[in-house]
């Protein structure tokens, strides 16, 4: 089972400040997955890459893929108190791709 | 509106009472799955389904139980539940098992074993 590495794990900042997250992994991966989570509800899928190297934007919201496909950032700019929420990385394991693993997350606060 | 349907949303029992959680999507999914979340753990696959009749154990098993009749459907049971099953737990599905697709969950069943 391929392990994955959120930080920080907790994450308090400003409206309007930048920040960065990040998901990492001794393995390779074909792709990863980026989700937010609101208390008391299901995550909803952000973003899926692919590429090494790849960049992917989202309004305020930029997602990278390492370029040796073992690691993830998501940056986001001028954060806003609906940003808040907990963010978590996921992969398809390799050999098969039937199971799914998610990291533990990043809990993000963004005070008004 | 494509979505993923757990009920119920909240559910108190008793320790060795048998229940079952439902979840039903509407995508025509094939693949389906069952996590719980805890605190400090994060979200740890229980089972999931590749099709109809098609399941297999997740990275936490024990102690529950998942059937695929219908493609749209993947119960969760729990045949004698006891207090260290008390979680949050979510289903989830996606077009296939590949690397590309990712989840859509549902809204989550918080159980609470006593």
């Known amino acids: 089972t391929q392990l994955l590495e959120q930080s920080p794990q907790f994450l308090s900042i400003q409206e309007g400040e930048n920040l960065t997250v990040y998901c990492n992994s001794s393995s390779v991966f074909s792709s990863l997955q980026w989700y937010r989570q609101e208390p008391g509800e299901g995550p909803v899928l952000l973003v899926t890459v692919v590429t090494g190297g790849e960049v992917k934007k989202l309004k305020r919201l930029t997602f990278q893929f390492g370029d040796a496909r073992k690691d993830s950032s998501l940056h986001i700019t001028a954060a806003q108190p609906g940003d808040t929420g907990l963010y978590l990385c996921a992969v398809r394991n390799s050999g098969g791709y039937q199971k799914v693993t998610f990291g533990i997350g990043t809990k993000l606060q963004v005070i008004p | 509106e494509a979505q993923v349907t757990q009920n119920p949303r909240y559910l108190i029992t008793v320790t060795g009472k048998k229940l079952t959680v439902t979840c039903s999507q509407n995508m025509n999914h094939e693949y389906m799955s069952w996590y719980r979340q805890d605190p400090g753990l994060g979200l740890r696959q229980i089972y999931y389904s590749m099709n109809v009749e098609v399941t297999d154990k997740g990275d936490v098993p024990e102690g529950y139980k998942v059937s695929r009749k219908e493609k749209r459907n993947f119960p969760l049971i729990l045949e004698s539940p006891s207090p260290n099953q008390t979680s949050l737990y979510f289903c989830?599905?996606?077009?296939?098992?590949?690397?590309?697709?990712?989840?859509?969950f549902g809204s989550g069943t918080r159980l609470t074993v006593v």
């Open positions: 989830a599905s996606s077009l296939r098992a590949v690397p590309n697709y990712g989840y859509t």
